[in-house]
Each structure stands twice: as structure tokens, then as C-alpha cells.
């Protein structure tokens, strides 16, 4: 136990390490954290490292799936959602069928049930590594929506195409209209075990006397409750997870006070991050295992059907990707669409975004050994083959992703107006909101209030209010009332912007993750406040 500790507690302090290293060459973590963990275990004398597949659905995924659905804007979700949607079931399903066909044609011995069961498996592509990469560049929002937004959905839908492949090689019978009726329910279903839960855990935030820290505790625990019921119940605990998530988090503004937000946003953001390097780093990890497991066929024949499979993969995916945009341009004849003319430079930017990641390491894993008494065909093969698709398109489009978006030179097309210039203005509004409130709902006050004259002054000087009291501690009476006076205001200030940022974020020409940041930025205004005068 004293030396499992001693392990993990040096391997995190590597992930920081190699974490760094990606920083200073400014390359994409995972890609660092994979190839170090390869490089770890090579090294004579560590101990093998075999992932359990179990962990990393139960333990791993639920939180980051909230995590990244609680930090998706639903107003771009919903706005492009048809793509969203194609690509996170209907192009999953186009590239698993394509890889049946290619490994069945490819490698001998390799039936159509078992290449859907690859299919299933490297059909996903992993968000983590492409967002990374995409946060050092200069990128359209739109594109970092649509790759945040598949990777919500299309881990549900492999995992549904692995799980009905699965069932067909262990009973060698399968029956189209009766997968393609579970199919739907499984999504269905999924969707509303999730919403069902987080009604439930909206209730005990929002009427239940909670603090900030029973509130952190309760965001952690909901995704496994919403992952868990769903799963016991045999549908989607990935849907349920996701659905769940963005339900809760467009109501977080509600339901959650200022300090259980940043309390929040704090705490997910380092488990966050330690859970995506822990994952990464055991991908490297694991290869030593699997290889040693490849006992039927050649190491390089294993290599080359690999490396075959990853080129088809890339091309299935850019070719979808343009193929979407053809179709959207088609399309749009007929119904309205977020954008009637794509082009295909924004396309191949997102096709070239295919990155695999552990889930589909983990789906591979999750294979039975023995399948009817019998060793399960074709396991290692399989498990190698997934290895090489997630090392190859990490390293290959990873390395080579942001080269490709500056030879494409995308420019930002969804917003009229430009970062600065929606900032400028999201402040104009939020200090115009708060003086019109002081002018008209607090006149009197702020003649008799002197901390409250401050405060206008300030507003209009768009200054700091608070520096010129860092060190008030009232003694008297008097200036006791003046105070609590001042913080009550200063609240409904508060409360006046953020109705205000509400309303801007239903409109088109605002981004969402700017209107995000002015709302945590009133947090922390209001959060100072408390703390200055307790």
C-alpha cells in the first residue's frame, strides 16, 4: 500500500512536470503526457500499468463529462446543433462502418461483427486534445463549439455501436430493427434518466439550506449519480451525464450563490486537469501490457494494420467533414441553417480535430478475455490496433493542427464585433446599469451615504470602488448603519448587472464566454464586499 502511494504520488508529480515541458514547447499536454508515459515505460524495473477499464467509465468519465458539459455555452450549442448531432451519431456511425469494412477486407480472420466492434471502439474522437491545442491559437468560437459539443455526445453513441457489436460476436446473431429501435431508446432514455436526476439535485440547491462547500461536494456527486441510474437502468449514462450537466449549468445562476460558483469553478478546475493527465499519462503507460498480449500475429504486420486503419480514420473524418458542408449548403435551399455557406476551410480545420483519446482505450480494454469458453477473437489485435489510432492521430494531427489553422487563416465570422469591442461595451452596459439603479432607485441614499458617492464616482470612473476602503472597520454606530446600508445596495447592484448580462447573452453578437467571465467577475465584486465588511 506504503509504495502504491509512493507510485502515484511521483507519477502526478510527472504529469506536472511533463504538463510544463507542453507549456514551454508549446505543444498540446496530452500529446506530451502520452509519448512521456511511453518513454516511462520502457524504463527497466517500473512495475506494468494495465488501466481498468471499469475505472476509467466509472471514476473518470462521469466528472469529465460534466465538467465539459457544465462549461458549454447552450446558446451555441443549440445553434449548431444539426452538426453537433451528424457528427456525434450519424458520421459515428458512417466511420464505424467504414472501419469494419477496411479491417474486414485487411486483416485475416477479422469478421464484419468484430470490425463494427472496432468501429465502435475508434469512432470517437477525443476533445481534450484538440481544445489544448485550440487555446494557444486564434480560432473561430464556432469550431471550438462544434468539437466541445461532439465530444459530448459521440462517446454515447461508440459506446452504443460497441456495446450492440459486442453482442453480436458473443452470440453471432444480430437483428437490424431490433438494434436500431434499443439504439433510440438508449439515447432517449439516457437523456431523460439525466434530466430526471438533475431535477432532482436542482431541488436540493435551489430549496435546501446548503453552503458553497455542500454545493461543490453536491456538483461532484451528481454526475455519478446521473452515470450510475442511467447504466443500472441499461441506457446511456454518458447522455444522462451530459444532459444533466447542461441543464444544470444553464441554471447555475439561480441555484448557486456567488461564493458556491467560485468555490466551484476553482475546485473542478484542478480535478479537471488532474483527471485528463491521469488518463493521458496511463494511455503511455499501457502499451508494454499490450504488446506483450500480441502473441498471434507479428509485431509488425500489427503495426502496419495500425497505421493503415489511422490513415482511414483521418481520411473518413475530413471527408465527412467537407462532405457536411456540401450538404449544408444544399440543405440550406430549403430549411434555415446557422450558416448556409461553410466553405471548406472551417471543415477541414474540424476534420483534422479527430484526435483519440482513452475512451476508446478504455472501450477496448472493457473486451471480454473469453467469449462462449473460448479466448475472444481477435482481442489483442484490436487492443493493439486502438493503441496505434490514438498515438497516431494525437501525435500526427496534434503536432501538426495548429500549422494547418494558420495555412488556413479562419477568420471569426459569427460576431460582428470583436473580443475587445465586446468587452468594452459589456462594461459600458454594466456600469450605465448600475448608475441608472443608483440614480433612480437610491437617490437619497447616495446623497447621505458618503461610501455610496464613492461607489457612483467610481462606477463612472470605471474604477476599482472598493481600493479607497480596503481598511474600513467601522466602530460607531452610525457609520456600522452607512456600512450595511452600502452592502445592501451594492447587492442589488449587483443582481441589476447580472439581469443585464442575462439579456445580452440572448443576443446573437455577444459571446457567451465573455458574458461568462463578467458574471464571475460580479462574483468576485460581490464575494470582496462580504470579506471587506464581515
Known amino acids: 500500500m506504503h509504495s502504491t502511494f509512493v507510485l502515484y504520488?511521483?507519477?502526478?508529480?510527472?504529469?506536472?512536470?511533463?504538463?510544463?515541458?507542453?507549456?514551454?514547447?508549446?505543444?498540446?499536454?496530452?500529446?506530451?503526457?502520452?509519448?512521456?508515459g511511453l518513454a516511462l515505460s520502457l524504463i527497466p524495473g517500473l512495475p506494468d500499468t494495465?488501466?481498468?477499464?471499469?475505472?476509467?467509465?466509472?471514476?473518470?468519465?462521469?466528472?469529465?463529462?460534466?465538467?465539459?458539459?457544465?462549461?458549454?455555452?447552450?446558446?451555441?450549442f443549440w445553434k449548431w446543433r444539426r452538426v453537433i448531432g451528424s457528427f456525434a451519431f450519424i458520421i459515428i456511425l458512417l466511420t464505424s462502418t467504414v472501419i469494419a469494412v477496411v479491417s474486414h477486407s485487411l486483416i485475416p480472420g477479422f469478421t464484419l461483427a468484430l470490425g463494427f466492434l472496432l468501429g465502435g471502439i475508434i469512432s470517437p474522437p477525443d476533445a481534450v486534445s484538440a481544445t489544448t491545442v485550440m487555446?494557444?491559437?486564434?480560432?473561430?468560437?464556432r469550431l471550438v463549439t462544434i468539437i466541445e459539443g461532439e465530444s459530448l455526445m459521440n462517446d454515447a453513441s461508440s459506446l452504443i455501436v460497441y456495446r450492440f457489436a459486442l453482442v453480436a460476436v458473443l452470440t453471432g446473431s444480430f437483428t437490424f430493427q431490433e438494434a436500431a429501435v434499443s439504439f433510440f431508446v438508449v439515447i432517449i432514455m439516457g437523456i431523460a434518466t439525466g434530466l430526471a436526476v438533475a431535477l432532482v439535485f436542482y431541488a436540493i440547491h435551489r430549496w435546501m439550506p446548503t453552503t458553497a462547500s455542500i454545493d461543490t461536494v453536491l456538483t461532484f456527486v451528481a454526475p455519478y449519480v446521473m452515470y450510475i441510474v442511467a447504466e443500472e437502468l441499461h441506457f446511456s449514462g454518458v447522455l444522462a451525464v451530459v444532459s444533466g450537466g447542461l441543464f444544470m449549468s444553464?441554471?447555475?445562476?439561480?441555484?448557486?450563490?456567488?461564493?458556491?460558483?467560485?468555490?466551484?469553478?476553482?475546485?473542478?478546475?484542478?480535478?479537471?486537469?488532474?483527471?485528463?493527465?491521469?488518463?493521458?499519462?496511463?494511455?503511455?503507460?499501457?502499451l508494454p501490457v499490450i504488446v506483450n498480449q500480441l502473441e498471434e500475429s507479428s509485431l509488425m504486420q500489427a503495426i502496419w494494420y495500425g497505421v493503415v486503419i489511422s490513415v482511414v480514420v483521418i481520411i473518413t473524418r475530413v471527408l465527412c467533414a467537407l462532405g457536411a458542408s456540401v450538404f449544408t449548403i444544399f440543405i440550406s435551399r430549403f430549411i434555415k441553417t446557422a450558416d448556409s455557406s461553410p466553405g471548406w476551410k472551417?471543415?477541414?480545420?474540424?476534420?483534422?480535430?479527430?484526435?483519440?483519446?482513452?475512451?476508446?482505450?478504455?472501450?477496448?480494454?472493457?473486451?471480454?478475455?473469453?467469449?462462449?469458453?473460448?479466448?475472444?477473437?481477435?482481442?489483442?489485435?484490436?487492443?493493439?490496433?486502438?493503441?496505434?489510432?490514438?498515438?497516431?492521430?494525437?501525435?500526427?494531427?496534434?503536432?501538426?493542427?495548429p500549422w494547418v489553422i494558420r495555412k488556413l487563416q479562419l477568420k471569426e465570422t459569427d460576431y460582428k464585433m470583436s473580443d475587445v469591442e465586446q468587452e468594452v461595451l459589456i462594461r459600458k452596459k454594466l456600469s450605465y446599469t448600475a448608475l441608472q439603479l443608483l440614480d433612480n432607485e437610491y437617490k437619497i441614499d447616495v446623497e447621505e451615504n458618503e461610501l455610496l458617492r464613492q461607489l457612483r464616482a467610481t462606477l463612472e470612473n470605471d474604477y476599482t470602488f472598493l481600493e479607497s476602503y480596503a481598511a474600513t472597520h467601522a466602530t460607531d454606530g452610525n457609520r456600522r448603519n452607512a456600512i450595511m446600508r452600502y452592502r445592501t445596495v451594492f447587492n442589488e447592484l449587483i443582481g441589476g448587472q447580472r439581469e443585464m448580462l442575462k439579456k445580452l447573452n440572448h443576443k446573437e453578437e455577444f459571446n457567451e464566454e465573455l458574458i461568462r467571465k463578467h458574471f464571475s467577475l460580479l462574483d468576485l465584486a460581490e464575494e470582496k464586499v462580504t470579506r471587506q465588511y464581515e
Open 250 to 286: 444553464s441554471r447555475q445562476q439561480s441555484i448557486l450563490s456567488h461564493l458556491s460558483r467560485l468555490q466551484g469553478i476553482n475546485v473542478w478546475a484542478t480535478v479537471g486537469f488532474v483527471l485528463n493527465g491521469i488518463v493521458f499519462m496511463l494511455i503511455g503507460l499501457e
Open 50 to 76: 494495465s488501466i481498468d477499464p471499469e475505472m476509467i467509465f466509472l471514476l473518470f468519465l462521469p466528472p469529465l463529462l460534466y465538467d465539459a458539459a457544465w462549461n458549454t455555452s447552450w446558446k451555441d
Open 346 to 401: 472551417m471543415p477541414f480545420a474540424f476534420g483534422w480535430t479527430g484526435m483519440r483519446g482513452v475512451v476508446s482505450l478504455a472501450a477496448a480494454l472493457s473486451i471480454p478475455i473469453m467469449a462462449g469458453g473460448q479466448p475472444f477473437p481477435q482481442r489483442n489485435m484490436i487492443l493493439f490496433i486502438t493503441f496505434v489510432v490514438i498515438l497516431v492521430t494525437l501525435v500526427l494531427q496534434g503536432l501538426t493542427l
Open 135 to 141: 487555446k494557444t491559437l486564434d480560432v473561430p468560437k
Open 9 to 36: 504520488i511521483g507519477l502526478l508529480l510527472v504529469i506536472l512536470l511533463l504538463v510544463m515541458l507542453a507549456q514551454r514547447l508549446k505543444i498540446s499536454y496530452p500529446i506530451v503526457l502520452v509519448l512521456g
